[in-house]
């Protein structure tokens, strides 16, 4: 526009140029033209209030920013201590967890060593439930035992049964324990859910991201050149002010002096009638009719570009607004999760609780499977023996039937023999007494007509401990 030139950045004149369609025609006198100038002049003054919007727009985002900055350093601090809290958790979890799984290999080593020992007596059960006891041991027509029939089996069934609920017990605490483990598992992954659904996370963890600098440059920015433009819409009314005084009659007085009282304020204009205007020629006035027709023809394309500078304020206010309420929703998620992981602490103790109950339980439970399975172990072992000691018993009653043949194939050569020295004795007394008892007397010698003895082997069952039985030779 006029004197002093609008930038051209700032004016619509050097890019837009449209009929001014409040120019009077050239026949109009030239009052009444700038009479028309100068009212359309003052009405595109209303646009301050447009400026008026664009500083109240900078000054929001200004305190939208300030307010970002402190909720980014608050949500980035409560997400800084609960990742440090979060951390502590999964320390202590894999602690508890560590004790779990050192349990969860005692056991599992404890039924294998379980499995062991009942395969080994299944195995000493099967041999005796295989081995029969031979006749010649047990004659008996109508039952053939095997050795497991000499087995108390109660006292191997009471001792699985003590073994069964060890088991058992030690089950329970582990799905107890499991329980627990698995609550704080929820805990922990409840809080880094909700602290990874927070729309402001990333916000919080990287400051440098905000968009808000330059949100605010470019309001900012939009503004000054708004600013500008009003400035330029005051400068062209200046003109037509100036340009009405030149030419001033009693209606134009009286129409600067109703303006004077309706005009925007903060506007820096020159309304005074009272100081006298150095006379123009008439070139000069033309001149000066001539850049204030051109100029008049571009103020409604001004005012346009103020508001549409204004629309796109406004649009990047609402992005200030939508990121400063996503910051504020981000402190509220992280106070939220803060609070939750207040809660799982709270709860921590009992979970630790829980962690040392099934290690004390365990330590029990599994002195007492080993002290059973030290006893199924000695059940194997004497049942073994038994086989063995058994299979010893028809070797021994072999050995021993073996030399009773022997002892009865002596004492008969023995008898034998005995029984012909008898017989030849009977024989020798005999033919003693034929050819010499006719001349001994009966009386001179008391056994002179006597038969010899004769030796009788019977055999004697001894009672109380095995001992060599004894032979006597009784006289008849």
């Known amino acids: 526009m006029s004197s002093p030139p609008t930038p051209p950045e700032k004016s619509a004149a050097t890019n837009r140029s449209q009929p001014d369609s409040h120019s009077p025609s050239p026949s109009q ?31 929001s985002a200004r305190e939208a920013l300030e307010e970002s900055v402190v909720l980014t350093a608050r949500t ?65 027509p109508d039952s053939r035992k095997s050795l497991l029939d000499f087995v108390d089996e109660e006292e191997v069934d009471k001792l699985r049964s003590k073994l069964d609920q060890c088991i058992e017990r030690t089950q329970k605490a582990r799905i107890a324990f499991a329980g627990s483990l698995e609550a704080l598992d ?71 002096k109703n303006m004077a009282g309706s005009l925007p304020e903060d506007l820096d204009l020159h309304l005074s009638t009272s100081s006298p205007l150095e006379p123009l020629t008439d070139e000069e006035r033309q001149s000066m009719l001539d850049i204030i027709d051109k100029d008049a023809g571009e103020v409604d394309d001004v005012v346009l570009d103020i508001r549409e500078q204004l629309a796109g304020m406004e649009t990047i206010h609402e992005q200030v607004v939508d990121h400063t309420r996503t910051l504020g929703d981000g402190q509220a998620t992280a106070l939220a999760s803060f609070r939750q992981l207040e809660a799982v602490g709270a709860k921590l103790p009992s979970y630790v609780s829980h962690s040392q109950d099934f290690l004390l339980a365990w330590s029990n439970e599994a002195a007492e499977i080993k002290s059973h399975l030290e006893n199924l172990a000695e059940m194997r072992d004497f049942y073994e023996g038994f086989l063995h000691a058994y299979h010893g018993l028809v070797v021994e009653i072999s050995r021993r039937r073996s030399m009773e043949g022997r002892m009865n194939a002596i004492m008969k050569d023995a008898l034998n023999k005995v029984d012909r020295l ?28 006597e038969i010899p003895a004769k030796f009788v082997v019977r055999k004697q069952q001894a009672s109380g401990s095995v001992r060599p039985s004894k032979v006597t030779t009784p006289k008849e």
């Open 76 to 140: 980035g601090y409560i997400y800084n201590a609960i990742s440090q809290q979060l951390r502590l958790l999964r320390r202590v979890r894999a602690a508890i967890d560590k004790i779990g799984k050192r349990a969860q290999r005692e056991f599992e080593s404890v039924l294998r060593n379980l499995d062991q020992a009942g395969d080994g007596l299944k195995s000493a059960f099967d041999n005796l439930n295989e081995t029969h006891v031979e006749k010649s041991i047990n004659p008996a």
């Open 186 to 256: 929820d805990d922990i992954h409840t809080v880094m859910l909700h602290q990874r659904s927070s729309p402001s996370t990333s916000l919080s963890a990287e400051p440098s991201n905000s968009p808000m600098p330059v949100y605010l440059s470019d309001l900012e920015n939009k503004a000054k050149d708004m600013a500008e433009l009003l400035e330029s819409l005051g400068r062209h009314f200046d003109f037509c002010v100036s340009a009405v005084k030149q030419t001033e009659t009693g209606s134009t007085s009286t129409i600067l």
């Open 29 to 59: 006198p030239s009052s009444n033209r700038l009479i028309t100038h100068l009212l359309a002049a003052k009405r595109s003054l209303l646009a301050i209030n447009h400026v008026w919007k664009a500083n109240e727009l900078v000054t």
């Open 422 to 449: 008898y017989q030849e004795d009977i024989e020798e007394r005999e033919a003693f007494r034929v050819d010499n008892g006719l001349f001994l007397p009966a009386d001179i010698w008391p056994g002179l007509e």
